[in-house]
């Protein structure tokens, strides 16, 4: 694909110094571009490589203070923004599936829309509803009474318990699992233990994004609830009940507790672990690898095990990576001290 500077640069409101008329006909990391591609720089441990770039063209923030006269700029006050807007027009991958393949399996009992997409060995199972231009792909189950709504993509693997209800618009990664048993087992007075049944379902509502092998357990009783815009990254556990507000975030590798429920427009990292039976307010930050063992009420940046203000975090931690130095310290005052009571019983004497 050739594009010209001059069109992207109208696409994302840029201002150009160089050449309008150049022609770039990829995308790459800055670190990586070539003769011909177009890249981006925004994050400031990226900077090294702007002397270094191959690349022909680059978009910047204005102020960005380094000149390369061989290289053609863009210059927008998001580069990073910017740059996904050149993805998605120009760049974005169409899928080349339409129909229903002949190796389909749609129950006589199911009601399917219009422009549906279903891949090599999809099941459509009895009670289940398909809405307009939805995409089901290779291999994908869907178990009895599951609904989807219009625009929905479903990519190959994924399978979808019954009764389960899926919203406008919503991604599902290869490999996930929506609507999975609930761990829910009870022990009897010999300390083994029997399985509760899980009844409830699943609701995914429209804008939700979900990655590959995710697991989000159905309701012992009632339902787990992923909200509208939820981002949700590869290998992420959510458990039975557990209530996801809109438009949060949630990294790879976090695990989410039955019954949990976390607020609209909050941020998970990675390998986050949050206990069962708690509520976590809107706009909460929880940075990676911090452990949420009580409720959070007051929106903040939380970090640490058991997790606590940023604030209180860092300066916790700063004390315990200079222990070393107190410990010396401490040793020193009490040489010290010896020394004065000594001096102190030798004049009493």
């Known amino acids: 694909m050739d594009i010209k500077i001059s069109q992207l640069a109208e696409l994302i409101n840029g201002e150009i110094e160089g050449n309008p008329n150049l022609t770039i006909t990829n995308l790459a990391k800055i670190d990586e571009a070539k003769q011909g591609d ?26 960005f203070p380094e000149v390369r006269e061989d290289i053609t700029v863009i210059k927008v006050k998001e580069p990073d923004k910017a740059f996904a807007k050149i993805i998605i027009k120009y760049f974005t991958y169409e899928l080349n599936i339409t129909g229903i393949d002949e190796t389909a399996y749609v129950d006589a009992d199911a009601v399917i829309g219009n422009n549906v997409t279903l891949g090599k060995n999809v099941v459509i199972s009895a009670g289940c509803k398909i809405g307009d231009n ?26 979808v318990r019954e009764n389960s209800k899926i919203g406008n618009r919503v991604i599902i990664h290869s490999g996930t699992v929506i609507g999975s048993d609930g761990f829910g087992f009870n ?64 990294a790879s590798q976090t695990g989410i507790s039955g019954s949990t429920k976390i607020g609209n427009h909050c941020i998970l990292a990675g390998q986050v672990g949050i206990v069962g039976h708690i509520d976590i307010t809107d706009n909460v930050i929880i940075l990676a690898q911090s452990g949420i063992s009580k409720s959070i009420t007051k929106p903040d940046k939380y970090f640490g095990y058991p997790a606590k203000d940023l ?39």
């Open 311 to 349: 604030r209180t975090a860092l300066r916790l931690e700063a004390h315990i990576r200079n222990l070393p130095n107190y410990t010396e310290k401490i040793k020193s005052l009490e040489k010290e001290m010896k020394s004065l009571k000594e001096i102190l019983n030798k004049k009493n004497n």
């Open 134 to 159: 939805s995409k089901i792909l290779h291999n994908t189950v869907l178990l009895d009474n599951v609904e989807i709504e219009t625009d929905t993509l479903i990519y190959q693997n994924v399978s």
């Open 187 to 250: 022990p009897d007075e010999n300390g083994v233990y029997h399985k509760v049944p899980q009844i409830g379902n699943v609701i995914i509502e429209d804008d939700v994004e979900i990655g590959s092998n995710v697991s989000i357990d159905r309701g012992a009783i009632g339902s787990t609830i992923i909200k509208r815009g939820t981002k949700i990254d590869n290998l992420v556990q959510i458990a039975h009940n557990v209530a996801i507000g809109e438009d949060t975030v949630i």
């Open 38 to 63: 177009l890249t981006f720089l925004y994050l400031p441990s990226y900077e090294k490589y702007f002397k270094t770039t191959n690349a022909s063209a680059i978009i910047i923030k204005p102020d």
